[in-house]
């Protein structure tokens, strides 16, 4: 199938060798480098198999081949891997993770000008209550708390624990991992790893420009990452007077408009930043539509309030006009009001009046008839749809408007390897370790399945650009930015078959190879092409 790719992208970034070095000699028939590698082959098997049942995932699978000579199926055991997972976890998976992605990077030609970071939370069912006998390895610092937190999959009932990612622009390439607990803040989380990953790219030779959502603005975070000369790109929450402020300027703002991007420039902002408001054709639409929804569930709740003031009488229209002004501030700017003061004649004399008898008293009566306003609701719309964007870059010619508010937009780099994490089929679609320190080592492994996945996308859509070639995607049609799960999907049936020879080594041969095979073979490299044996 596909998995010749996958151990092709390991060992082009040299990733068992790393592990190895690292490991030094051992006895383990079994190296730490090699079981990892078995655990992201299963991870991007698409299969869904627990880490318990990797041997009977590669019980199909020619091992030797994928993995070196002398491992073979029945050596993935579930002890193997438990004892790779905890010396991961020994050997701190954010510094592993972090030398590898570098290697990765340097070897596949990834650059780090822009990196956009944000948090994600997985649940877990089970207790994972904390060892009552205060085990010193629980203890640890690296230890998450699998505990109640904010839930993204609005599991409120479930336990949880959080991941924090950094991903490239460039190829959606992830550069750095932290598990955190599953309560932990994101105002906390995101400006520490913002502050590690800066650190360690300048020591690189690199100065990205980091780009993460409102959860990690504040005076504070800013003006620390301000002090560590870090540029930084980051959604301003719409908490605060000044961001109130932004924000209702809109209506009166001189905005721009660049294909479906709008923006405009707010006059003042706090500590020598930059903010620009933003909107988008498409932020606007579903701003409207639910909009629409709620303007007609609110009408309708008020015109069942003026139901009942219309029911009541007043003695006199200025007891009247003030339950109606009363009754009316809380009304929504989008809804237009039709308001009248009714007198209805009355007798003041006790008992039934006489027949003709002319009333000499009069009640008051307040109605009021509402309507949604279209122009106020198109206005409306418009406002909700803004989202405000702050920068330390403050010179425009550096970065101009457009490409603050688009270099934001793209932030949806990270949330595509989230979605990739939280994938029905990926190994992480379930975390089913017992112990919270195996948790931190699984989340190495997910993203090291991500990274992988993401290298082996990012040179095939580099080599199809290049080259000018295309291949079909799902509808036939030729593309030259193929998912690589669909090029995964189309691998599937590949087969390598092994020949007995009397008296020699065996032969072994590739069936069912198609020119599609062999195309993306060669754009991938030759290595590639080798463990297909079409060197």
């Not at 932290?178 to 690199?206: F, P």
């Not at 003695?315 to 003030?322: K, L, N, S």
């Not at 931190?440 to 082996?456: D, G, H, I, P, T």
Request: aromatic share 8%; charged share 20%; net charge negative.
């Amino acid at each position: 199938d596909h998995l010749g790719i996958v151990a092709g992208v390991c060992e082009e970034i040299g990733l068992a060798e790393y592990l190895d070095a690292l490991a030094g000699p051992n006895e383990q028939q079994v190296r730490v480098g090699t079981a990892t590698v078995a655990m992201i082959l299963n991870g991007l098997g698409f299969s869904n198999r627990r880490l318990y049942l990797v041997s009977q995932f590669f019980a199909t699978k020619p091992v030797e081949h994928l993995l070196g000579p002398g491992i073979t199926a029945d050596l993935l055991h579930d002890d193997c891997l438990g004892r790779t997972l905890d010396w991961l976890y020994d050997h701190d998976p954010t510094t592993l993770f972090a030398g590898i992605a570098r290697q990765a990077r340097q070897r596949f030609g990834v650059a780090a000008r822009q990196v956009h970071v944000d948090t994600i939370s997985f649940s877990v069912s089970g207790e994972y209550a904390p060892d009552p006998e205060g085990d010193e390895e629980e203890e640890d610092a690296q230890v998450v708390a699998v505990t109640y937190g904010y839930s993204r999959d609005h599991r409120e009932d479930l336990k949880q624990w959080m991941l924090a990612l950094a991903t490239t622009r460039q190829g959606d390439i992830p550069l750095y991992l932290h598990a955190l607990d599953g309560n932990a803040s994101d105002k906390v989380s995101l400006v520490a790893a913002v502050e590690a990953l800066g650190e360690q790219l300048h020591g690189e030779g690199e100065t990205p420009l980091f780009v993460a959502d409102s959860g990690m603005y504040s005076r504070e975070n800013m003006a620390r990452l301000n002090t560590a000369q870090v540029r930084w790109i980051s959604r301003v929450p719409e908490t605060s007077a000044e961001a109130k402020a932004a924000v209702g300027t809109a209506d009166a703002a001189a905005w721009q408009q660049e294909g479906e991007l709008s923006f405009t420039p707010v006059a003042t902002a706090p500590q020598g930043e930059r903010w620009v408001l933003g909107r988008t054709v498409q932020g606007v639409e579903r701003t409207r539509a639910t909009l629409a929804r709620k303007a007609e569930q609110t009408r309708v709740e008020w015109e069942k309030t003026l139901w009942h003031l219309r029911a009541q009488r007043f003695a006199c229209a200025p007891d009247a006009q003030a339950a109606l002004t009363k009754q009316l501030t809380k009304l929504p700017e989008w809804l237009r009001v039709e308001a009248q003061l009714l007198a209805h004649p009355t007798h003041t004399r006790p008992g039934r009046p006489r027949k003709g008898t002319v009333p000499d008293g009069a009640v008051w009566q307040a109605t009021a008839d509402v309507a949604l306003d279209p122009v106020a609701l198109e206005r409306v719309a418009q406002r909700q749809a803004c989202f405000l964007v702050a920068t330390n870059v403050v010179d425009p010619t550096v970065l101009s408007d457009q490409d603050l508010i688009q270099t934001y937009k793209e932030q949806t780099s990270v949330e595509r390897g989230f979605a990739f994490l939280k994938d029905p089929l990926f190994l992480a679609s379930s975390v089913f370790v017992k112990k919270p320190a195996r948790i931190v080592a699984l989340s190495l492994v997910m993203v090291l399945c991500l990274l992988v996945y993401r290298l082996a996308e990012h040179r095939l859509r580099e080599q199809l650009a290049a080259t000018g070639q295309t291949v079909p995607n799902q509808l036939s049609k030729s593309t030259d930015r193929p998912t690589m799960r669909w090029i995964f999907q189309c691998f599937e049936g590949i087969s390598l078959l092994t020949f007995p020879q009397p008296g020699g080594p065996p032969q072994q041969a590739i069936t069912e190879l198609e020119p599609l095979h062999e195309q993306v073979l060669a754009l991938l490299g030759p290595s590639y092409e080798k463990l297909y044996k079409l060197e």
